[in-house]
DNA sequence: TTATTTTTCGCAACCTTGTTGCAAATTATT
DNA sequence: AATAATTTGCAACAAGGTTGCGAAAAATAA
């Protein structure tokens, strides 16, 4: 395992502190969207603030991870799937907010049905937020 | 013109006030969405930085507008349509963001398709956040 | 392995954004 | 016009996020 964290960031050409992969291995463990602040929560004892938010912002660029639209406008950032990594982000899936438990999960299995716009409008992505009752909350 | 904005206000239960008038028409004016900085910039001349949260926020309570998720999570909001104001926004329209002219529009007309979430999961909301290039910009 | 270069970290200081309490001013009500 | 109820502006604060820079840690070269 410890081996395998180490390669995501080498793939993507971060170099290996002891912060990222700590930061990196939150994102792995706890399968749903992070807000900076949980992150803070979870190991800004162990490392400055500011770092939280460089590191961060290195896997945004890197594409590891890509943040997600909420309602309430609290940013959360989520693990990219493979595809995500070459400059491209495939973003076109569906996340999901629990009210109750106010996880938030990517939902890439789903399908986003194709949203006819009116005459003019191009659209070059397509961000879905479904809010509700998630299946362990229900 | 000028009336029709009293009556707005009169009619969702907002005291006319110079401040609430003002940014109001900000909003009629402007027939896309704003963000609390537009409006500073706007009208911060003439109220405190205060007033104008503080204003949003009544007009938020009273559905008068909405707030627009986006992917930056800059907070935006937008004028509400009629049927908006009684407690249980209908909210189910696509928000259409230009990333050339980073205007935000609320497109009513076009119809959300229903989306089909994995067993155990219940939708309450769903909000859909198109980018692309506007029918100005093309 | 050691030396050198490059990158990252942590600190402090700062800026932006948003909130709260309270007295003064403005609206609404009578 | 007088009173009651809201709203405003100020100041002060809190949270969230950024920047510059020397110290520390990684990566690279020798």
New interface residues.
């Given amino acids: 395992m410890e081996a395998s964290i180490d390669d995501i960031l080498k793939k993507n050409q971060l170099s290996v502190t002891s912060s990222r992969k700590k930061i990196l291995e939150l994102f792995l463990v706890n399968n749903g969207a992070l807000s900076h602040g949980d992150i803070e929560k979870k190991a800004a004892s162990k490392f400055d603030r500011v770092t939280v938010y460089r590191t961060l912002q290195a896997f945004l660029e890197k594409g590891v991870i890509h ?1 997600i ?3 309430d ?3 959360r950032y989520a693990l990219c799937k493979d595809d995500c990594s070459e400059g491209h982000h495939h973003d076109n899936h ?1 996340h ?1 907010i629990c ?1 109750n438990c106010s996880s938030t999960i990517c ?1 890439d ?27 362990e909350c ?1």
């Fill in positions: 943040n639209p909420t309602a406008n609290s940013i569906v999901f009210n939902l299995n789903v399908i986003i049905p194709s949203i006819k716009l009116p005459k003019g409008y191009t659209s070059t992505q397509v961000e879905v937020v479904v809010s509700g009752v998630c299946k229900k």
